[in-house]
């Protein structure tokens, strides 16, 4: 079973960017593929982006396209999230999370992170 731990969260201006990172344990990272998420207070978990094995396939919510990039270093054992351009909408809980099966915009990944927070201020 692999565990994750994300990390880079903070608080923003808006247009600044962040970088998070999902470093994983206890497994391969190369085994699994990946996605990020988020919730918003009160709001559901929502998808943001995800990441094939080798990182030769992602996919990303229309919210994100073009601001965020998922990228993968199996060598490290870590995800990350490049996030540009932010918006204060932005402002959630983000979640990474493994998967064996390549999933598409679902939140039915079986292992997840406990969550950095990204405020991004107007």
């Known amino acids: 079973q692999v565990q994750l731990v994300e990390s880079g969260g903070g608080l923003v201006q808006a247009g600044g960017s962040l970088r998070l990172s999902c470093a994983a344990s206890g497994r391969t990272l190369s085994s699994y593929a990946m996605g990020w998420f988020r919730q918003a207070p009160g709001k559901e978990r929502d998808f943001v982006a995800r990441i094939s094995w080798n990182g030769g396939s992602t996919y990303y919510a229309d919210s994100v396209k073009g601001r965020f990039t998922i990228s993968r270093d199996n060598a490290k054992n870590t995800v990350y999230l490049q996030m540009n351009s932010l918006k204060p909408e932005d402002t959630a809980v983000y979640y990474c999370?493994?998967?064996?099966?390549?999933?598409?915009?679902?939140?039915?990944?079986?292992?997840w992170g406990q969550g950095t927070q990204v405020t991004v201020s107007s």
């Open positions: 999370a493994a998967s064996l099966i390549l999933m598409g915009a679902t939140t039915r990944y079986p292992y």
